[in-house]
């Protein structure tokens, strides 16, 4: 039998029930991280728990939850040793709830990221949003893993070779520049490195070049059709 050249298409359309679910998702991030800075106190107990449903249903969901624990334990050091150095030992308290708050913030966009897939997200923004737009919004949800193991390797290679950013040293405001030059301006370069290599993948599959979507079709093999 012959093998028509176009007979399967390899990235289906997304569904509607699936669209539906993103832009409830995507909603109710933003609604939950929103809530981390504006809610009082009091009411505070209770976005910690509808957070913890959200941490154990993205941990279902195969994320990792161990770089989400290392960014909060690097900004909680930050933020001590901040307050400790302008407002002394009284005011520890407002820094810890600080940081509780932008803990509250991340997990709904870590959990969006592990519920909900790239591309649900990219049709449900399209439709919004001009499309190279929503590429680029996706794009940078999914290459936060990535940038997250860099900073990680570069970091830990400065190590390797002596600079003083180790949790003990960077107690002493004096070794944060350090932090800057060693990490965070490599960490830059090959953010805008990647951006490039980005833009070329993208004008190489001729992204933008038709108004409305298109999905690739690959042949089918003999394979298949046993």
């Not at 981390?36 to 509808?50: E, H, M, T």
């Not at 800057?180 to 301006?185: D, I, K, P, S």
């Not at 190489?204 to 999905?215: S, Y």
Request: net charge positive.
């Amino acid at each position: 039998m012959p093998v028509s050249q176009f007979s399967r298409p390899h990235s289906q359309p997304v569904s509607g029930r699936t669209l539906w679910f993103a832009g409830i998702a995507m909603l109710l991030a933003l609604l939950l991280s929103s809530a981390a800075f504006f809610l009082p106190d009091a009411q505070l107990p209770w976005l910690v728990l509808v957070n913890a449903l959200l941490v154990l249903h993205g941990v279902i969901n195969k994320g990792r939850i161990s770089g989400l624990i290392r960014y909060i334990a690097m900004q909680l050091v930050f933020t001590v040793v901040l307050y400790l150095a302008i407002h002394g030992g009284n005011q520890v308290g407002q820094g810890l709830l600080a940081v509780a708050r932008i803990f509250l913030a991340v997990v709904p966009g870590w959990w969006l990221t592990h519920s909900v897939s790239g591309e649900a997200i990219g049709e449900l923004l399209s439709k919004f949003m001009p499309s190279k737009w929503a590429f680029v919004a996706v794009a940078s949800l999914n290459l936060l893993p990535f940038m997250m193991n860099e900073a990680r390797e570069i970091y830990q290679l400065q190590l390797l070779r002596g600079a003083r950013i180790a949790p003990k040293q960077l107690l002493n405001p004096r070794n944060w520049s350090e932090l800057c030059y060693c990490v965070l301006f490599p960490l830059l370069v090959q953010l805008l490195k990647l951006a490039q290599q980005t833009a070329i993948a993208a004008r190489a599959r001729h992204f933008g070049h038709k108004l409305r979507r298109t999905h690739w079709r690959l042949a089918r093999s003999k394979h298949d059709h046993k």
